[in-house]
């Protein structure tokens, strides 16, 4: 059995139809086998929705608040999307960033994460539920919520993988994977199979914006594989990996055997504490 983590990207969750689809195939992943846990982005446009609306009332606002508000959309996807896996017959449990342990340091707006500490979102995989985990937030050493910054959860993503020791990180988008262009404007771009976090990063800091750098930094450092894919397809996307593992010790490729996960559920103590300061 292999647990993984999937994280859904707000186009992916934009309306009710497409949380159900997402919850589908949440469902389909967990009865082939596996253990899931999800980080959720907030639907379509609503974190720009909310910067519009605390705008209006306040032109300078303060930092704290516009935390407190910018946390409010993960909420909203993480227990929509539980209800749904729930109408659907599966069990899930939606988590704050501060209840699945994401401690971060105090910069409202662009908070680094300290540490995760998951233990609640490993108690919901062991009764055998979906794990959801609002992306892109935490909190801070007074207890008062924090964002990441822009772009956080997938960042979130991997750091929950690290945490939970997951055999691979999936990033679900719009597009099949890391192209060689952006396929939406160049036609001729083509799909990237594999590629390593340091070609990752080169084309993360020349503007590609498939995946935010701190996500792949982060990744990089305790070599967590990312698969990048469709939710709008089942087609295979792009695996950011170490160079010397195996693409057959990734699950859920749909190419076949799902590898034995070892020292599942660790409760290793690692410095979880972001590079960059
Ligand atoms: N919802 C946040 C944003 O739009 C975080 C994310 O989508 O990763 O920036
Ligand atoms: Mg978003």
Do not use: W
């Given at each position: ?96 960033g501060?209840?699945a342990g994401f401690m971060t ?8 994460i300290?540490?995760v ?20 937030q935490g909190v ?138």
């Amino acid at each position: 059995m292999a647990l993984i983590v999937q994280k859904y990207g707000g186009s992916s969750v934009a309306d009710s139809d497409s949380i159900k689809r997402v919850a589908k195939r949440i469902i389909d992943t967990k009865r082939a086998g596996n253990d899931i846990a999800v980080v959720v982005s907030a639907m379509g446009d609503t974190t720009d929705d909310l910067i519009d609306q605390a705008m209006d009332v306040d032109s300078n606002p303060p930092a704290r608040e516009m935390d407190m508000l910018m946390t409010a959309g993960e909420r909203i996807s993480m227990s929509l999307l539980a209800m749904s896996i729930h109408a659907q017959g599966e069990h899930a449990h939606s988590f704050t960033g501060s209840q699945a342990g994401f401690m971060t340091d105090a910069r409202y707006g662009a908070a680094h994460i300290r540490h995760v500490h998951p233990q609640r979102v490993m108690k919901a995989l062991d009764r055998g539920e979906v794990g959801i985990v609002a992306g892109f937030q935490g909190v801070n050493a007074d207890g008062d919520a924090t964002t990441l910054g822009r772009g956080g959860s997938d960042t979130s993503a991997v750091a929950l993988a690290v945490a939970l020791n997951a055999d691979v990180c999936e990033i679900y988008t719009d597009v099949d994977g890391v192209f060689t262009a952006d396929p939406r404007i160049v036609p001729t771009a083509r799909r990237i199979a594999r590629i390593s976090y340091e070609e990752m990063l080169e084309m993360a800091a020349g503007g590609s914006k498939v995946l935010a750098l701190r996500c792949v930094e982060y990744a990089q450092r305790f070599r967590m594989p990312i698969h990048v894919r469709s939710s709008f397809s089942h087609r295979p996307g792009t695996l950011i990996m170490p160079d010397d593992v195996d693409v057959d010790k990734i699950p859920n490729l749909e190419t076949g055997q799902l590898p034995d996960r070892p020292a599942a559920h660790t409760d290793r103590q690692r410095d979880m504490t972001e590079g960059r300061s």
